[in-house]
């Protein structure tokens, strides 16, 4: 694949992504980039939302990952259809009663203003963290397919994007975001449909000889029942699907900002079960394109794996160019409109539950200038991120997400399951705490457990001792 192509697909990209941005942004305020204008559309919010839960490290992770797993993330996604309901019929009432803006002003709400900053922060560092990681692996992608070829380092690379994110959210916010995730969730799907058809075509098989071939295959092992001590066990994996779900998208602003942008409760929880019945869908199209890719490499002697195997395969010599474009543009869309989702939630959090800014016409001025510099901030976390590995990259945000949102869940749960307050002073301990502890044990497990590891399932462990510390701590 040419340079020339990828800059011609990218340079497409951008500019469809800049009149979208546009549109949505017409008539825009200071309220409308928090909330949307609460007029977003049910069928919008429900194909949005698909694309919010879905970034570019899902796009080559999960595929690169059937060969180790084979479809067992297919038990993880039975626990998101669970936590979706939890979501719709649990959390969203509460939102839209309170008429929150920030999700973390429930805390506010139930245990005070030191609770409240606990949480916001707790979602600060651990969403900042994240985001970045999800557009340091893209970028490492793009630095390898184009930016090498011109000796551009990698900090140049990082840059451009986020100034491009910057750009195309510093004005409309959710609005825009809410439509960008629309559009990524359109092309993301068609490129992996694309990818298929071109696959089977070159294996030179039709349709059902492809789902036979899958089948027969190891790479289609679903349900693991056998070994609780497995990793991909079937009941860890169920659970820790719910509490991910719950955590990741329920008590998290960039994810629930499309649904509280609805015009109506009922809007919202409509709009949340049928995103996850369409993301079963995609994810189980995710899975057998991993499968395809992978019977691909191996009938034509391609040795990438993992995260590398699906770029590998879409701008092999033997693919016609129209895969490696599908391939450009699923993977930019999905980074570009992650980044903004991130950028956008960040900058609502940090500016209403951090620095206290009321939403008045005088919010304009600080918004902005919190917007500009967690963009700079999530730069140099990606430029950081260039001296780690990618390996995985999926598995370390899930995991780096079962120790930041264990206390945050945990202080949801509390103050809806019970009537008590902890004491104000004890919340940051008890949420520095929890993490360290479920670390520890984390570690220790195969020696204290009996051979036990933990994997996402660490999130229940945490959310257990935050619950515990919260109890030991408070009164009626």
């Known amino acids: ?63 690169g990952s059937v060969a180790t797993d ?90 451009i994007m986020m100034t491009l994110v910057w750009l195309y959210t510093r004005r409309g916010g959710v609005k825009t975001v809410v439509w960008v995730e629309m559009l990524k969730t359109c092309i993301m799907v068609a490129s992996i449909v694309l990818a298929i058809a071109h696959i089977i075509g070159a294996l030179g098989i039709d349709l059902k000889t492809a789902i036979t071939t899958i089948g027969r295959s190891s790479y289609s092992d679903t349900l693991f029942f056998d070994d609780p001590l497995d990793g991909r066990y079937f009941w860890k994996q169920f659970l820790a699907g719910i509490f991910l779900v719950v955590a990741m998208t329920g008590l998290d602003q960039d994810m629930m900002q499309t649904m509280l942008s609805c015009r109506t409760r009922r809007d919202a929880q409509r709009s949340m079960m049928s995103s996850i019945a369409i993301q079963v869908v995609v994810i189980t199209l995710f899975l057998w394109l991993g499968a395809l890719l992978y019977i691909y490499a191996d009938s034509h002697a391609i040795g990438a794996t993992g995260d590398n195997l699906f ?120 949420a520095i705490a929890a993490p360290a502890l479920s670390y520890v044990v984390a570690s220790n497990s195969e020696a204290w457990l009996a051979g036990y590891t933990f994997s996402y399932d660490i999130l229940i462990l945490n959310t257990a001792i935050t619950l515990l510390g919260l109890w030991l701590t408070s009164h009626k």
């Open 1 to 63: 694949m040419s340079p020339l192509t990828i800059i011609l697909t990218l340079a497409l990209y951008v500019a469809l992504l800049f009149v979208v941005a546009w549109r949505a942004s017409r008539n825009a305020s200071s309220s409308t980039f928090f909330t949307g204008g609460r007029s977003t559309p049910r069928g919008v919010a429900a194909i949005a939302m698909v694309g919010a839960a879905m970034s570019g490290v899902t796009f080559i992770s999960v595929p």
């Open 70 to 159: 084979g479809f067992s993330y297919l038990q993880t996604t039975l626990g998101f259809v669970v936590g979706y309901a939890i979501i719709a019929y649990v959390l969203i009432p509460l939102y839209y009663r309170l008429g929150v803006v920030s999700l973390y002003e429930y805390l506010d709400h139930r245990f005070g203003i030191v609770a409240h900053r606990t949480g916001a922060w707790l979602f600060f560092i651990s969403k900042i963290a994240s985001a970045s990681l999800r557009a340091y692996v893209i970028c490492v992608v793009l630095q390898g397919l184009l930016y090498d070829m011109y000796d551009i380092p990698f900090a140049v690379n990082a840059t």
């Open 311 to 430: 770029g590998a395969v879409a701008t092999d010599a033997a693919m016609p160019t129209i895969v490696g474009v599908a391939f450009i543009l699923g993977l930019v869309a999905s980074t570009y409109s992650s980044a903004g989702s991130a950028l956008t939630a960040l900058t609502t959090s940090f500016t209403l539950d951090i620095l206290r800014a009321k939403l008045s016409n005088n919010i304009e001025h600080t918004r902005r200038r919190v917007h500009a510099l967690v963009a700079v901030a999530m730069t140099l976390i990606i430029i950081a991120f260039n001296h780690w590995s990618t390996a995985g990259a999926i598995t370390l945000i899930f995991t780096m997400a079962s120790y930041t949102y264990g206390p945050l869940l945990g202080l949801f749960i509390f103050g809806l399951a019970t009537r008590r307050t902890p004491r104000p002073r004890t919340i940051p301990i008890v």
